[in-house]
């Protein structure tokens, strides 16, 4: 399974836009990169995801490196509510195991006033 | 739409016992695993149902631990015996029977105490 490694903290200012990185150096060819994000003691909370092309919904956006390597989700205008840890996860879209998520260690984002 | 949801929400067993934890995932998600969080490690995936059929247990830690899910609806992990390691949070996620671009709904999670 590929590895995810991201930094285990980052701050941002209410408002601002919060840009969190991903390396995922041995993904393979047919995984996804997905984010989710844990808010205190709740369950994981999917964010968004995509294989090689950049992508955007209502949360937030995706930009993934050309070689696929790295990524980085941007929460564009990031809110008190955004405090989370993030997770960056590949998943395996291909053979028995799909779905299966990868979790790393995740960043700890803080958004404050 | 009901989420999906986790029971219960809170155990503490001790040593020796048996806990059975249930997930009743979101209705008509054939996709259902379980994942767990050991205190300080990261989230871990346990194993995979599509409909009642076990897809994937390579995640599963040993044989105290048995996760079935009749008829393909809810479905159950039970530790038996329960050890001191199996403290953490379990949590149950569902998704959509697509291979491609499935985004996977957690519950809350049940924390698992064993003393």
């Known amino acids: 399974d590929a590895k995810t490694t991201q930094p285990p903290s980052m701050d941002c200012a209410e408002g601002r836009a919060a840009n969190l990185p991903c390396n995922h150096s041995?993904?393979?060819?047919?995984?996804?990169v997905y984010w989710y994000r844990q808010i205190h003691s709740q369950g994981p909370q999917y964010i968004i995801h995509?294989?090689?092309n950049n992508e955007t919904n209502e949360m937030a956006s995706l930009i993934i490196t050309e070689d696929r390597k790295s990524s980085t989700l941007i929460l564009p205008h990031a809110t008190l509510r955004d405090t989370a840890v993030y997770y960056c996860?590949?998943?395996?879209?291909?053979?028995?195991?799909?779905?299966?998520?990868?979790f790393g260690q995740g960043t700890i984002l803080t958004v404050h006033p | 739409e009901a989420g999906v949801t986790q029971f219960p929400s809170h155990s503490v067993i001790e040593k020796g016992q048996t806990v059975t934890l249930r997930c009743d995932p979101i209705?008509?998600?054939?996709?259902l695993y379980w994942y767990r969080r050991v205190m300080g490690k990261e989230i871990k995936f346990l194993l995979h149902f599509v409909k009642e059929s076990k897809q994937d247990e390579s995640g599963m830690p040993n044989n105290r631990f048995l996760a079935e899910r009749t008829g393909g609806t809810y479905s159950t992990l039970k530790v038996q015996p329960a050890e001191l390691e199996d403290s953490g949070v379990y949590f149950c996620?569902?998704?959509?029977?697509?291979?491609?671009?499935?985004?996977?709904?957690f519950g809350q999670g049940t924390r698992l105490t064993v003393v």
């Open positions: 995509g294989l090689k």
């Open positions: 041995t993904i393979s060819g047919n995984e996804y």
């Open positions: 209705s008509g998600h054939d996709n």
């Open positions: 996620a569902s998704s959509q029977l697509t291979r491609l671009n499935t985004e996977a709904f």
């Open positions: 996860s590949v998943e395996w879209a291909g053979g028995t195991s799909y779905g299966k998520l990868t």
